[in-house]
T-cell receptor, first 113, second 114 residues
Framework: QQQVKQSPQSLIVQKGGISIINCAYENTAFDYFPWYQQFPGKGPALLIAIRPDVSEKKEGRFTISFNKSAKQFSLHIMDSQPGDSATYFC????????????FGPGTSLSVIP | NAGVMQNPRHLVRRRGQEARLRCSPMKGHSHVYWYRQLPEEGLKFMVYLQKENIIDESGMPKERFSAEFPKEGPSILRIQQVVRGDSAAYFCASHDSLGQDEQYFGPGTRLTVT
C-alpha cells in the first residue's frame, strides 16, 4: 500500500513533442504528490507538486493532472526540449505530517533533436 | 543560502570496512531524511531524524546501519562491515519546521564497495 507505480520506464520524444508520464498509488492517506527531476550524478530536484484538492497544476511547460477517484496522476511536459532529458520520479507523501517520501521507480526521458 | 551538503561525494570502501556519510541540512532545517538509490532504481526511504531523535527508521536494515543527528554538527549515516550490496547512492534531504511540504535533496554520496 506504500507503493507508487510509474510508467513508462523509458520514453523517447522528439523535440517539441509532449512527454507524458503516468503514476498510480494505493494509500489514500497520501496528500502531497511531488515530481522530481534527476540528472546523472545529481540529487533529485523538485519540479512541481500537487495536492489532491485540485485536479490540475501548471507551471510553465510542466503540468500535473490529478484524478483522485482513480488514484492516478500524470506529468505532461509540453514542447519538450533536449535539456529536459533526465530521469523523472513521481512521489507521494503525507506532507502535513513530515512523512517520508515514497518514490516511483522513475522514467528515463530522452528528448531527441 | 547554501543547500543541503553531503560529503564525501564519492567513497570507496573494501568489504568489511566502515562507511561514514555526512549530511548538513539547509540552514534552519531541523528535519533530515536519508534515502538510498540502487543503480537504475528509484530512491528508497531509510530513516527520518530530528535533532537528537530518530523519528522513523522503518527503512533501515536491521543490522550494520545506524544514523544520528546530534544537537551540533551534521547528520551521520554509518554502515559497518560494508558488503558489495551496499554500493549505491545515498541521498540526504532536509525539511523545515514551518509546515512546508518540500524536502530539499543534497547531491548524494556514491558509495562503492570493492
Amino acid at each position: 500500500q506504500q507503493q507508487v507505480k510509474q510508467s513508462p520506464q523509458s520514453l523517447i520524444v522528439q523535440k517539441g513533442g509532449i512527454s507524458i508520464i503516468n503514476c498510480a498509488y494505493e494509500n489514500t492517506a497520501f496528500d502531497y504528490f511531488p515530481w522530481y527531476q534527476q540528472f546523472p550524478g545529481k540529487g533529485p530536484a523538485l519540479l512541481i507538486a500537487i495536492r489532491p484538492d485540485v485536479s490540475e497544476k501548471k507551471e510553465g511547460r510542466f503540468t500535473i493532472s490529478f484524478n483522485k477517484s482513480a488514484k492516478q496522476f500524470s506529468l505532461h511536459i509540453m514542447d519538450s526540449q533536449p535539456g529536459d532529458s533526465a530521469t523523472y520520479f513521481c512521489a507521494a507523501s503525507r506532507g502535513t505530517s513530515y512523512d517520508k517520501v515514497i518514490f516511483g521507480p522513475g522514467t528515463s526521458l530522452s528528448v531527441i533533436p | 543560502n547554501a543547500g543541503v551538503m553531503q560529503n564525501p561525494r564519492h567513497l570507496v570502501r573494501r568489504r568489511g570496512q566502515e562507511a561514514r556519510l555526512r549530511c548538513s541540512p539547509m540552514k534552519g532545517h531541523s528535519h533530515v531524511y536519508w534515502y538510498r538509490q540502487l543503480p537504475e532504481e528509484g530512491l528508497k526511504f531509510m530513516v527520518y531524524l530530528q535533532k537528537e531523535n530518530i523519528i522513523d527508521e522503518s527503512g533501515m536494515p536491521k543490522e550494520r546501519f545506524s544514523a544520528e543527528f546530534p544537537k551540533e554538527g551534521p547528520s551521520i549515516l554509518r554502515i559497518q562491515q560494508v558488503v558489495r550490496g551496499d554500493s549505491a547512492a545515498y541521498f540526504c534531504a532536509s525539511h523545515d519546521s514551518l509546515g512546508q511540504d518540500e524536502q530539499y535533496f543534497g547531491p548524494g554520496t556514491r558509495l562503492t564497495v570493492t
